[in-house]
């Protein structure tokens, strides 16, 4: 009895999955498996793009990561005070919800010339055996699904109120795994800072 | 205020994207150069090592092979061949991918077809 009345609630129907929830989980799928697909299909040309003030495009890719990683964890800051999960500050600024916002655009805008970089000339390692490699692709491809989800979520209030956070906390661990897949390798392999 | 910033910010962000994709759709120049010479060290060169050296072999995440200072490095082509083989640091160890005949192949012309333009 209680069984049932836990899967299948009070009316005993089953409890239908909510129709955004489905459309935002299916555009981030649709965009992982996109950037997967062409990062497969695309000849990777091996070149440099732009690396800005850097000595290589490997080491702007590398800070940019690691500045993209800072914003997250100040993201994961804003997020859990605006929803009550932590008291600091005691009192919410009126601009916090805000400063999340721009944290992430700007996430989204730095991220863009490290992605072109990581598609259009390395594109997607399918070798497992290249551990580092092959685990950057996948993440890299589940980040931007992630982020997406993510995107379309925030805008959709019919949603559970547990799919944002983990949608979100997805987004923060496989920002994490990039960088330590790349900025962290960079760092410790090749130079530091490298600049 | 800060909420109007972040709006057009985000409009931004959305061209952004959307040139990017642009720009993901063109194809990249990888039938160039070395590319187009039409051997079997060629095709595996492209196949291989353009990923890191180049579509010309002029360096990206790897270090360029045509400045010449390969031949420095490796004064023969069994030290060079030794030297795919067995990878070092971030270079891969290629005999566990590529036959002795492919190595063969590409170290030949890695050195005359790409090194030697270095000087």
């Known amino acids: 009895m209680s069984n049932t009345m836990t899967r299948e609630g009070r009316t005993g129907r089953p409890s ?43 080491a702007f890719k590398s800070w940019v990561t690691t ?106 661990t496989v920002l994490v795994g990039i960088w330590m897949t790349s900025s962290l390798w960079y760092f410790t392999t090749v130079e530091f800072p490298g600049f | 205020m800060l909420k109007r910033i972040v709006d057009r910010l985000q409009i931004v962000a959305l061209a952004l994207v959307v040139l990017t994709i642009g720009m993901l759709s063109k194809a990249g120049p990888i039938a160039t150069g070395a590319a187009t010479v039409d051997s079997f060290g060629a095709e595996v060169f492209v196949a291989n090592c353009t990923r890191c050296h180049g579509a010309d072999g002029q360096g990206g995440i790897g270090p360029s092979l045509v400045s010449g200072n390969l031949l420095d490095r490796f004064e023969d082509r069994a030290a060079t061949m030794a030297f795919i083989s067995k990878g070092e640091g971030e270079m891969p160890d290629f005999a566990s991918r590529l036959s002795a005949g492919e190595i063969g192949a590409v170290t030949d012309f890695v050195r005359k077809e790409l090194a030697s333009q270095g000087g």
């Open chain 1, 67 to 172: 500045l993209v990683l800072g914003l997250a964890l100040f993201q994961l800051f804003t997020a859990l005070r605006v929803f009550g999960r932590i008291g600091i500050p005691k009192e919410m600024p009126e601009w916090l919800g805000e400063a999340h916002r721009l944290s992430g655009t700007i996430i989204l805008i730095s991220t863009l010339p490290v992605v072109y970089h990581c598609l259009w000339s390395l594109g997607f390692e399918p070798d497992v055996t290249d551990v580092r490699r092959f685990t950057h692709s996948v993440l890299g491809c589940v980040f931007y699904g992630a982020f997406v989800t993510k995107i379309v979520a925030v805008r959709n209030h019919s949603l559970p109120r547990w799919f944002l956070p983990t949608v979100g906390g997805i987004v923060f």
């Open chain 1, 16 to 58: 239908p999955i909510p129709l955004p929830l489905l459309g935002a989980a299916a555009a981030g799928a649709a965009v992982a498996i996109g950037a997967g697909v062409y990062g497969s299909v695309h000849d990777p040309t091996g070149q440099q793009t732009i690396s800005l003030f850097f000595s290589s495009t490997l």
